[in-house]
């Protein structure tokens, strides 16, 4: 199991909470597990072709995502993945 963080900015739309587990050994399963526990919230992450939506980061242990289109990250030994929106603007 991985620990989840979610941001404020994503649990403000969507009933999850702000730290829960969730388990996978590649990024896009822990992403379907956290959508078989809290149906719908993969919507809010991916994109309808999914991808990692523009202004969704994430984080696995301390660095960002590297395959943003296929989420293969690999979680093995992987002990925390952060899951926030991107700010942008100028």
Same mark, same amino acid.
């Given at each position: &199991?991985? =620990? !989840? ?15 829960? @587990? ?5 990024? =896009? @399963?822990? !992403? ?15 994109? @309808?072709?999914?991808?990692? =939506? ?8 301390? =660095? ?15 002990? @925390?993945?952060?899951? &926030? ?6």
């Amino acid at each position: &199991m991985v =620990r !989840v963080r979610i941001s404020s900015h994503l649990t403000r739309h969507f009933a999850i909470p702000a730290e829960c @587990e969730a388990c996978g050994s590649t990024l =896009r @399963e822990l !992403v379907t597990n956290l959508n078989d526990q809290y149906p719908g919230v993969a919507d809010y992450i991916l994109h @309808e072709t999914g991808e990692l =939506r523009q202004h969704v980061s994430i984080f696995v242990g301390e =660095r960002i995502v590297i395959d943003r289109r296929a989420l293969s990250d690999s979680l093995l030994g992987v002990e @925390e993945v952060s899951i &926030m929106q991107a700010l942008s603007g100028g």
